[in-house]
Structure formats: structure tokens, C-alpha cells
């Protein structure tokens, strides 16, 4: 599969949200990887979770919830969940408006406090995505009543070594949606030991693998897609990148 990769830059409110979008017309489906984050994506835990889920038969859209300026300006800005969230909600409305990307189930994958994030946008856009997997992190974060409705199933894998596994136990034990607990033996809160992110990758492939939809035929999308030459989606394509998706 050969897989080509964009940078893009998706609009919100005043601000710009960089990622990188991996894509090829045989994918399984999209996998979001979110980062309580703006700095760059190189030697990052999720962008080695994203190549991993490359590796899986996923195309990938890595996005920074934040922009460099707010992180380095405010440490405190990825507690800031209901923000993030709906930064979530405005990537998954750029995704509808990219022809390429027509009919392919959509997965959240996060770490931190992003998980929150994905939990909140979850419960406000059920329709819009099929399955969410956190790497630990602050589903706590998502506040009571989006973890007691979230209606989208949802995987949580943490390690037997994370100071935090009874907490975010306590969160889990709020939902109501179809979910799965994971546990990784010889493995802390933040996945640092040699082979957790892969072990952790696998684990968020199966997951998305058993949830999303099938993607519908290969010609279909193509035929769905945006003409040669032409960028789709208005402002937010034509801020993506040089190049049409």
C-alpha cells in the first residue's frame, strides 16, 4: 500500500491546527491521532503511533490540538478539555468535507488529556465516528455526563505500572457505550518502555479494525472524489496544503 502524506493546516476559530494526513485509496479507514499539543510531531509518541497504525492498513490524520504559541505561552492549556473538544468536533467537519476521504470509518486515538477531549467530542458527535481508543491519559477529564452517555465504543489501554490506573479505572467505570479495559504489564503512564507503543498500536488497530465500518469500494470513493486539480472543502482545503487531497 502505497501511502502518500500531506501536511496540512485545518482552521479554527482564529487559530490554525497542524497535522499530517497519510492516505492511500486501499485503507481500511482514518485514524485521528490527537495531541494535547503544538509542538512538532518528530520523535513523538504519536507519531510513532500513527506509523504504527499505518503499518495496520489505516490511513492517519495526526493533529496538535493546540498551536506551539499556546503551549509554550500557557502550561496549562491542555487542561483545557472543553476547548480541545470542540477543536475535535471542527477537525471531524474538515474530514466530512474532503472527497478523498468519503466513506471511510472514522477512529479517535488519544493520549493525556486529548482523551478527555475525544471523550467530550465523542458525546457531542456520536455520528461522526465509530470507535475511540485512549492511551491512558485524563478520561476524567470529559466530565460526568459525557462519560455516562458516550454512545462510541471505546477501548482504554493503560499500563499495570501507571500511578494514575485507578483513577482513570474509576473514570471508565462510568460508561455506558461498548468498551474494552487493557492492561499492559511492564509499562508506566507514559508508554516509554521499549515495545509499549507498539504493543499499545496493535491494540488500537484491533479495536478500530472490529469497530469502524467497511470502507465502501475503492472506485466508489475515487469516483466520489474531488476532481483532478481541484481543492475541496473551501477555506479549510485550500489552507491544507499546496497540493489537493
Known sequence: MKLRTTDISIPFEHIWLSGELVHAPDV????????????????????????????????????????????????????????????????????????????????????????????????????????????????????????????????????????????????FEHLRCPNDWHVLTGVADEFREPGAIERFGELAANWLRERLPAPSPVEQRIHDGAPAGTASGGTADQSASSHPL
Not at 471542527?90 to 486529548?114: E, F, K, N, R, Y
Request: charged share 20%.
Open 28 to 171: 481500511a479507514g482514518l485514524a485521528v491521532v490527537l495531541r494535547p499539543a503544538g509542538s512538532p510531531f518528530a520523535q513523538s509518541r504519536d507519531l510513532r503511533v500513527a506509523r504504527e497504525l499505518q503499518r495496520a492498513g489505516f490511513a492517519t490524520l495526526l493533529i496538535n490540538l493546540l498551536t506551539t504559541y499556546e503551549e509554550t505561552r500557557d502550561p496549562d492549556a491542555r487542561f483545557n478539555v472543553p476547548q480541545m473538544a470542540n477543536r475535535v468536533v471542527a477537525v471531524l467537519d474538515w474530514i466530512g468535507h474532503q472527497p478523498p476521504l468519503a466513506g471511510l470509518g472514522v477512529g479517535l486515538v488519544a493520549s493525556d488529556t486529548a482523551c478527555g477531549a475525544a471523550i467530550r467530542a465523542g458525546w457531542k458527535t456520536a455520528d461522526r465516528m465509530s470507535a475511540i481508543v485512549c492511551r491512558a491519559g485524563r478520561p476524567d477529564l470529559a466530565g460526568l455526563t459525557p462519560l455516562n452517555t458516550l454512545a462510541v465504543p471505546l477501548r482504554m489501554v493503560v499500563g499495570n505500572d501507571d500511578p494514575q490506573a485507578g483513577m482513570i479505572r474509576q473514570a
